[in-house]
C-alpha cells in the first residue's frame, strides 16, 4: 500500500495562509490524494482530492507535484474554524470493489488568534 | 437525508451486553462502509456495503461484530457481549459507487461513542 508522510503539527495565524505538506514517494500511476480534515468531537471531513493537476474548491487548493511524490494542502486564510487533524490519504482498493480509507497520525494544525 | 446520521450519538453498555449502532446514509449512496477510532487513533476499516451485499468485512475484528443493511439504506452494526476494549467511536461514511467515488469522496457521520463500564 501507497503510505503518506505528514508533520505532526503545524501552527497558523489567523486570517494567514497555511500549506500543508504530504509525502507519498511510493504512489502509483492510477492513486488518487484525498484530503480529509478532523475537528475535535466529529467525524472526519472529505476537502479536496486530485489526481495530476492542482485542483482548487471552496474549501482549499491542492498542489500536486510534477513526479506526484508529494502534494500540499494550501487553506488560503486560515480561521479559527480551520483547527484540526488534516489527513493526507492514498485510498486503498481493497480488490471487492471497495475503496478503504487508511488514516494515520495526520498533522494537527493550530490556528492562533 | 442531508447528511450521514448515526444513532446513538453516546452508548454506555455493561461488559458484555450486546449493543446495535445504527446509520443512515445519504439518500442515493450506494457504498457505505463503517470504521472505528480508538482514543488517540487513526480510523481502523471495519466493513463495506455495496447496496444490500458485503463484499468486504475483513476488518471486523472477531465473530461478536456483524453487520446488516436494508433496502440499500440504513446499515446496523451490532456488537455481541461487549468487552472494554470495544469501546471507541464508530464512525459510518457512505459514497456514490466505486466506479464515482474517484470524484466525491465519502460523507462520514458524527458517529456513535460507544463506553464499555
Known amino acids: 500500500d501507497a503510505k503518506t508522510t505528514q508533520p505532526n503539527s503545524m501552527e497558523s495565524n489567523e486570517e494567514e495562509p497555511v500549506h500543508l505538506p504530504c509525502n507519498h514517494s511510493?504512489?502509483?500511476?492510477?492513486?488518487?490524494i484525498h484530503w480529509y480534515r478532523q475537528l475535535p468531537s466529529q467525524g472526519p471531513e472529505y476537502v479536496i482530492h486530485?489526481?495530476?493537476s492542482n485542483v482548487n474548491n471552496r474549501m482549499a487548493s491542492l498542489a500536486i507535484a510534477e513526479d506526484r511524490k508529494s502534494s500540499t494542502l494550501i487553506l488560503h486564510r486560515a480561521t479559527l474554524r480551520d483547527a484540526a487533524v488534516y489527513y493526507c490519504?492514498?485510498?486503498?482498493?481493497?480488490?471487492?470493489?471497495?475503496?478503504?480509507?487508511?488514516f494515520g497520525k495526520g498533522t494537527k494544525l493550530s490556528v492562533i488568534p | 437525508g442531508a447528511g450521514v446520521s448515526q444513532s446513538p450519538s453516546n452508548k454506555v453498555t455493561e461488559k458484555g451486553k450486546d449493543v446495535e449502532l445504527r446509520c443512515d446514509p445519504i439518500?442515493?449512496?450506494?457504498?457505505l462502509y463503517w470504521y472505528r477510532q480508538s482514543l488517540g487513533q487513526g480510523l481502523e476499516f471495519l466493513i463495506y456495503?455495496?447496496?444490500?451485499?458485503?463484499?468486504?468485512k475483513s476488518g471486523l475484528p472477531s465473530d461478536r461484530f456483524s453487520a446488516e443493511r436494508t433496502g440499500g439504506s440504513v446499515s446496523t452494526l451490532t456488537i455481541q457481549r461487549t468487552q472494554q476494549e470495544d469501546s471507541a467511536v464508530y464512525l459510518c461514511?457512505?459514497?456514490?459507487?466505486?466506479?464515482?467515488?474517484?470524484?466525491?469522496?465519502?460523507?462520514f457521520g458524527s458517529g456513535t461513542r460507544l463506553t464499555v463500564v
Open positions: 456495503f455495496q447496496g444490500n451485499s458485503a463484499p468486504d
Open positions: 486530485g489526481l495530476t
Open positions: 490519504i492514498l485510498p486503498n482498493s481493497s480488490g471487492a470493489g471497495s475503496y478503504q480509507l487508511t
Open positions: 461514511a457512505s459514497s456514490l459507487a466505486p466506479s464515482q467515488w474517484s470524484n466525491y469522496g465519502y460523507t
Open positions: 439518500s442515493g449512496h450506494t457504498a
Open positions: 511510493t504512489i502509483s500511476g492510477t492513486d488518487y
